[in-house]
């Protein structure tokens, strides 16, 4: 039936309809007679998006290799598709089978980012499926969710029924067969049991790195402030652990890809080629959930490459990963990869870039073409504003490598940095615009010496500092959004250069993202108000309107400042303390006080271990690949 | 090295597939297919493949055209069999044929395209009706369509690129088939031509919930139509 509304009235109505019809080639349709469990994939953002994240098509198949139980796919529809669809009343149904979403076992959302929050509350009432966990009943779908956002999920705790943090890979079949297996009990008994749901919930909450936040209530004290969990069901864990691949050479990774019909942000061959980072960044939430750094060898990954190319036809591969100049095998492995795919005209991609001069020449190896730019991310402006972060990078550094670049024939060159860091002053802003110009004018005397009549472009995109849970700098405030908007017209009037670009992000998008990241259960009411008033998309600037969210704080009488704003004690029960991601709070502590005195912190994989607790705490260890290349015996 | 003209349809679910994404989807599934193609040369080489004419958004084809230069070559049969096995679902590989050196371009070479509409009507009518509805219009020297361009909204004179137009009514639908001028020289659009019939009697349809399905694509040559394929297989 959704299959001829779709066909006969909705495409034509839309904008790009392959978002909607399935079809590609590798995707998997399976029989729902066979499977004892349906989870359909649940991404709260459009289908370009969700496609091009590695993730999805990891468990998509992981699922659909098992026997016993399939998956199907979800997008947030764009708001063309929406008006349609809420017309007619049709349901949000899958790609595959076209089937509501409510017929399947399991919706599974990932919580990529704070800003699609909103998404997720609008697909379940498209999906007319209860948006409170607590008012659903037994015919309605699980709704879980996973991802880097669960590190925090308190403020969605109210929507979701079941959490699973960390990687999913291990956990994500056990849970699905556990609910096919207590399904197919209870088809046998004939007594109808009442609280079926919950007794499923609390076998479920047995497995490790699954949380069921209704098993816990959240208490606060008369001041307003967070005081703690209880649990409400004896048998509930006390700390949910995050779950981590062991062996991440020997992990699952499909080889037969999804081809998406459209163009997707990613649309290439993704090879996942390391795990983790251990540069530590003081900032980054990333750099905490995909502790330690575990590498795929070289062999495997020329392996998957020749397969993937083999099953989806693309001509480039991504190699994939938080930093993969820093895989201990790149350069070989880059040789070996441009060498087995030349003849059929396969290029390479490297989408992350570190600051030196090594990075440079691996990007003139892989670059056919010379026309697009090149990405680096100083994030601060001064060197004692990036030893306050833990960046390790210096100017001397930052100016060879790109001078590198100029010399390499590069002429347009990106800098990301970050506002509002803690302990920022006035003159690590100015230094922002000192190194922009001075790179423009590094760029133009090279080029002028060799006889190049090409213009220098640098841009410099600037987003602004947002505290996230399980980092050193979680107990720290943001600044106010008059202080960012402040800060970013500062910047816009002291960068007067033509060959600068300047982008800046919405300060007020970063507040919502602050409070969202850092918020407790008592959230969930105004993402409810935002929601009823609209907000979709949020992350989506023709979307995001600040009011709604200002109007919806204000209705549930939540002050936001209080989440975004507010300096932390070490020594208050944060909402994710009973998350535990492996890393010590010792540790974040230590890092934070370092901070303070711009003190640095090396790489664990390259110098000693810095203890942060994931190795002893999760049984694994940095898994390198690269023989003795780096090697260190002090580490854990 | 050699250049051949496969004859494909695109049905559910492709039809929605924009020509850049057609061709992307081509490209990828010769890839898979591991039949290995021939790149341009120069800065930015891309394979030599070139499609008759672009279909619009939504419309079911059962008659489309590609030149592909591969080498090795392969045997039709096996080429047809390899690339079907490639291909997403909702394309079908119909036909291979070697084309000689020489021949002109499918984009040079396609003049008339042959359409299926259908439309649901809002009340019954008789099939009289239809015919003097098409009657009258094919009557008229002129037809006048307004189109969008760069430029704005422009108007273009369609009237000589309509060559036959026959309709019916089936199961509460008006069906209308017609073989009009597509091409280098100018292309007619089926929905023109449905509304330009529907004008002359008011006819009662439901334009939102039109279908249009391309029967063909074909070469008229000394007063003579051949499909594309049917041109190679006549030179030999
Ligand atoms: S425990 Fe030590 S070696 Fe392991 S990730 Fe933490 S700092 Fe690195």
Known sequence: MIGQVLEDELLNKVTKPTRYTGGEYNQVKKDWANVDTTMVFAFPDVYEVGMSHLGLRILYHLINDQESMLMERVFAPWTDMEEEMRKRDLPLFSLESRRPLKEFDVVGFTLQYEMSYTNILNMLDLA?????????????????????????????????????????????????????????????????????????????SQLPGVYVPSMYQAHYDDGGHYKGLEKLDGSAPDRICKQVIQDFDQAYFPTQSMVPFMGVVHDRVMLEVLRGCSRACRFCQAGTIYRPVRERSAETLQRQADELIRQTGYDEIALTSLSTADHTCIEPLVKALLQAHEEKRVGLSLPSLRVDAFSVNLAREVQKVRKTGLTFAPEAGTQRLRDVINKGVTEEDLMETIEKAFQGG???????????????????????????????????DIFRSKGIRKNIKVTISLSSFVPKPQTPFQWEAQNSIAQLEEKQQFLKKRIRDRRITYNWHDAKVSFIEAVMAKGDRRLAKVLLKAWEKGARFDGWTEHFRYDRWVEAFQETEIDPAYYAYRNIEYNEPLPWDHLDYGVDRSYLVREHKKAMEAALTQDCRHHSCSACGVCPSLGISVDLRGGDHGQNSDRL | ????????????????????????????????????????????????????????????????????????????????????????EGFRIIDAEIVPPGQPALMALVNRAQYRVKVPLLSSIEEKEVQDSIQTSLDLDSWLVERESKKGLVQKEIRSGVYEVKGTVVENHLLLEMLVQTGSEGNVRPEEVLSMVVQQKDLPVQLERLRIIRLGLFVVKDGKQFTPLEVLKDLR
Request: hydrophobic share 45%; net charge negative.
């Open chain 2, 1 to 88: 090295m050699a250049r051949i003209r496969i004859a494909f349809s695109k049905e559910d679910p492709v039809r929605w597939l924009s020509h850049l994404d057609t061709q992307k989807a081509f490209e990828r599934a010769l890839r898979r297919a591991q039949i290995s193609l021939v790149f341009s040369e120069g800065y930015n080489p891309h394979p030599k493949i070139s499609f008759a004419s672009a279909l619009a958004v939504g419309v079911i084809s059962l008659g489309e055209y590609v030149d592909v230069e591969i080498d090795p070559l392969i045997e039709n049969a096996e080429l047809v069999m390899r690339l079907q096995k490639a291909m997403p």
């Open chain 1, 128 to 204: 007319q499926i209860p948006l409170l966990s607590q008012d659903r009943a037994d015919d309605d779908p699980l709704v879980i969710a996973g991802g880097p956002c669960a590190v925090n999920p308190e403020p969605l705790a109210d929507f979701l029924d079941l959490v699973i943090l960390g990687e999913g890979e291990e956990i994500l079949p056990i849970l699905l067969k556990k609910i096919g297996n207590f399904k197919k009990e209870m088809a046998g008994s004939k007594e109808a049991a009442p609280g079926r749901r919950q007794t499923l919930l609390r076998q479920l």
């Open chain 1, 410 to 444: 590069w002429h347009t060159i990106k800098l990301y940095f970050m506002m509002g860091l803690p302990t920022e002053e006035e003159e690590d802003l100015e230094g922002i615009a000192r190194l922009a110009e001075k790179v423009a004018y590094m760029g133009s």
